[in-house]
C-alpha cells in the first residue's frame, strides 16, 4: 500500500487529475460494451442450451464466466476511445482545459496521462489476448461439451486437414514441377489415432492415389503413418483404375497432422508461440497461402493491443478541441463510428495481407500507422 502510494506522489498533480477524470467513463465503457457484445455473442446462445438441452445453471455462468475474457479484450480499445473522448469534452464544456492554456500548459500535455493510460490499456490487452484468453476459450469449451455429454480427451481434434506441396515426379522422372503433393483428411483424433481417415496422393504426375483406412496411428520407429483396415484406389494416365484392400499399410507422409491437430483451428484461440508453431508447419508443407495467413495473424497479435493506443490519441485529440461538447449518448455514437471505421481498414488491409498482396507486415501495421497519423493530425488541430 505504501508502495502504491509513494508511485503515485511521483505522478504530477496534472496527470493524476486528469486520469481521476478518466477512470470514471472508461469503467463504465468497459461495463458497457462487454456486456453489449457478450449478450449478444454468448449469453442468447447459453440460454437457448439451458431450455433445448438442460444445460445447468452453474454451468452455464461458468462457460459465461471463462467467456468473459475474449469479449474483455476486445471492449479495451473501445473503451478507451469512449473515456478519452468523454472526459477531455467534459473538461473542455467546463472550460477547464482552457484554464490549463491560459497558463501556459499545451494540449500534447493535457493529453500525457491519456496516452500513458492508453499504453497501459495496450499492454493489458496483448496480456489477455495471449495468455488468458487462449486458455479461457477451451477451458470454455471443455466445460460446455462435458456438460452436454458429449466425450472430451485432452488430446483431441475434429476435422484434421493437412496440405503438403512439393515437387510432383512427371512420367520420365526427370522433369518435376510444383503443385498440391498430398491431401491429408481425418474426422479425428482420439488418443493418438486418427479415425476415418482419407488421403489424396498427387505426387506422381498423372496418377491419382486415393487412400481409405478406418484408422491411422503415427510409427515412431519407421517415420511413417500406418493405416489400418482401408483400401487404395489408383488411377493411371490411361484412366484405368485398380484398387487393393489391406489390413496394414506404411504411408511415407511425417507428423504434420498430430502437430495441425493439437493447434486451435481458430487463430484467435492460439497463443503467439503456437500461432508460430502454426506458420512453421504450414512452412515445411509447402502451404504458401496458409503460411502467409498465420504470418498476418501472429502479426495482429501484436496491431490488436495498439488500437488502444490509436484510440487514445484519437479520442483525446477531439475531446481535448476548443469548445468541444459531447455528450455521453453523442460520444458512444461517435465511437462506434470511429471504431466501425478503424476496424473496415483493418480487416481491408488484412485481407491484401492473406492474399499476399501486401507483406504481413505491411498489412498488420499499416492501419495502425494511418491511424496514429491521423490522430497527429487532429491534434495538431486541437493544439492550434
Known amino acids: 500500500m505504501r508502495f502504491l502510494t509513494s508511485i503515485t506522489k511521483k505522478i504530477p498533480l496534472l496527470d493524476r487529475w486528469v486520469l481521476g477524470e478518466l477512470f470514471a467513463p472508461l469503467f463504465f465503457a468497459i461495463a458497457a460494451f462487454t456486456v453489449v457484445s457478450l449478450s449478444v455473442g454468448v449469453m442468447f446462445d447459453l440460454v437457448r442450451k ?10 452455464a455462468l461458468k462457460v459465461l464466466a471463462l467467456r468473459l475474457p475474449s469479449f474483455l479484450v476486445i471492449s479495451f480499445p473501445m473503451a478507451t476511445l469512449m473515456a478519452t473522448l468523454l472526459a477531455y469534452s467534459r473538461l473542455s464544456a467546463n472550460s477547464e482545459l482552457k484554464a490549463l492554456r491560459s497558463v501556459g500548459v499545451s494540449t500534447k500535455r493535457m493529453i500525457a496521462a491519456a496516452l500513458a493510460l492508453s499504453l497501459f490499456m495496450s ?46 515426379t512427371t512420367q520420365n522422372n526427370n522433369d518435376r514441377r510444383k503443385g498440391l503433393a498430398q491431401l491429408f483428411y481425418a ?19 498423372g496418377y491419382t492415389q486415393l487412400l481409405v483406412a478406418k484408422k491411422a496411428l503415427w510409427n515412431e520407429k519407421e517415420a511413417k503413418w500406418e493405416f489400418i483396415d482401408g483400401q487404395i484406389l489408383t488411377r493411371t494416365p490411361s484412366g484405368s483404375t485398380t484398387s487393393a ?8 507422409l511425417n507428423s504434420a497432422p498430430i502437430r495441425i491437430s ?55 485529440s477531439l475531446g481535448a478541441k476548443p469548445n468541444a461538447r459531447t455528450s455521453r449518448s453523442q ?6 463510428v470511429l471504431i466501425l471505421i478503424y476496424y473496415v481498414l483493418s480487416f481491408s488491409f488484412s485481407s491484401l495481407g492473406v492474399k499476399g498482396t501486401l507483406s504481413p507486415l505491411f498489412a498488420a501495421w499499416s492501419p495502425v500507422l494511418i491511424s496514429l497519423c491521423g490522430g497527429g493530425l487532429l491534434l495538431k488541430q486541437s493544439s492550434r
Open 123 to 168: 499492454g493489458m490487452t496483448f496480456v489477455f489476448n495471449d495468455v488468458i484468453v487462449p486458455r479461457a476459450n477451451r477451458d470454455a469449451e471443455f466445460t460446455l461439451q462435458r456438460a452436454l455429454g458429449k466425450a472430451i480427451s485432452t488430446e483431441k481434434g475434429d476435422d484434421i486437414i493437412y496440405s503438403r506441396f512439393g515437387r510432383i
Open 245 to 252: 484392400e489391406f489390413d496394414r499399410y506404411l504411408y511415407p
Open 262 to 316: 493439437k493447434l486451435p483451428k481458430d487463430a484467435n484461440n492460439m497463443t503467439v508461440s503456437e500461432a508460430r508453431k502454426a506458420q512453421k508447419l504450414y512452412e515445411e508443407a509447402g502451404n504458401r497461402k496458409e503460411s502467409r495467413r498465420m504470418k498476418v495473424r501472429i502479426q495482429e497479435k501484436f496491431t490488436l493491443p495498439m488500437a488502444c493506443l490509436v484510440f487514445g490519441l484519437i479520442g483525446s
Open 50 to 59: 439451458i431450455v433445448e438441452s438442460g444445460l445447468p445453471v452453474g454451468t
Open 331 to 336: 460520444g458512444f455514437g461517435i465511437s462506434v
Open 187 to 205: 474426422k479425428e483424433f482420439r488418443k493418438g489415432t486418427m479415425n476415418e481417415v482419407t488421403v489424396l496422393d498427387f505426387s506422381r504426375f
